[in-house]
């Protein structure tokens, strides 16, 4: 992104707003569970931009890797952490990398999957949107009703799709995966130790090494790991069973490609011009127009068994 005097990730730039997209997802996960149990995956290489927001986050509950080859590790080893103090703990987490017109709509949706997860089967779910606005460059979920329980049973998943092919599934009532999910740190752990052979005693002990510091995770543990093995930790169905709820009109957008990047930034900037003229925030112009964005709507705790952790 050119936006700023240096260029970064989008997820560290102002896009047409006062937070940056990680900021914003910060104060999600400040909002459904104590600033102490937040926790954040992040690569070294952009310290300069994360760093600054993360001043509530302890070193502790800060996992930094050196490459992007590392970023699985990262997540694995931050859902480790949660795990090893009680598998009971619920996780939830939220993309740095996304944006969200109405957050009320988000935050709403992200407390009532919370409150419904004691009673789905698989121990975790995903949030899928549904907006007026069709999605750019987003992944899809095909989803179906499941014969006992709450939610939606996910039968496919659509990586980026054409545009026509997008818009067939939108039509079928497809939802955009939003990459947010929320469960049992007992069920994360099984299913990276069931697709990552050995690779969790590993991150634990490196846990552990880290004894109230950072915890840096090194691109050498993926070191003589087959492709395949690197490939068959995914997050979403059917590698990782789980049930979808529909959220709709939160105007969401993965900002996954230039392109989506590039439409908000558009969006931002036809606003800022509105403004000048009748004097309406942007806020409330974004809630009035339907959003931007696709087709859409720890640590154990020590005050409940919910944490959120934030992939930067």
């Not at 997540?75 to 939830?92: D, E, F, G, K, M």
């Not at 698989?122 to 709450?150: C, H, K, N, Q, S």
Request: glycine share 8%.
């Amino acid at each position: 992104m050119g936006l700023e005097r240096d260029p970064a990730p989008v997820q560290y730039c102002r896009l047409g707003e006062a937070a940056t997209p990680l900021q914003r997802s910060l104060h999600h996960a400040a909002a459904i569970a104590p600033t102490s149990q937040v926790i954040v995956t992040a690569f070294a290489e952009y310290r300069n931009f994360w760093e600054p927001s993360l001043w509530f986050v302890r070193p502790e509950r800060r996992f930094v890797c050196d490459s992007r080859a590392a970023s699985q590790l990262s997540s694995a080893a931050a859902i480790l952490s949660v795990a090893a103090r009680s598998p009971s703990n619920v996780i939830t987490i939220l993309p740095a990398r996304c944006f969200v017109a109405r957050e009320w709509i988000l935050r709403r949706a992200l407390n009532h999957a919370l409150l419904e997860l004691p009673g789905i089967p698989e121990g975790a779910v995903t949030l899928g949107m549904l907006d007026i606005e069709e999605g750019i460059d987003e992944d899809y979920f095909v989803v179906g009703r499941p014969p006992v329980g709450r939610g939606l049973r996910i039968d496919g998943f659509a990586r980026r799709p054409v545009p026509w092919v997008s818009r067939h599934l939108r039509q079928h009532g497809a939802l955009v995966a939003s990459g947010i999910m929320i469960g049992y740190a007992g069920v994360f752990a099984a299913h990276i130790s069931k697709n990552w052979p050995g690779i969790s005693r590993q991150l634990t002990r490196l846990v552990a090494a880290a004894a109230g510091e950072e915890c840096a995770v090194p691109s050498l543990l993926n070191r003589g790991v087959p492709r395949a093995v690197l490939h068959s930790l995914r997050w979403h169905p059917p590698a990782f069973p789980q049930r979808v709820f529909g959220v709709c009109g939160s105007g969401w957008s993965g900002l996954k490609t230039a392109r989506s990047v590039a439409r908000m930034v558009d969006y931002f900037s036809s606003c800022a011009e509105s403004e000048v003229v009748d004097g309406t925030p942007i806020g409330e112009r974004i809630s009035a127009m339907g959003g931007m964005g696709g087709h859409k709507p720890s640590d154990p705790i020590v005050y409940s068994n919910q944490g959120s952790y934030v992939q930067s």
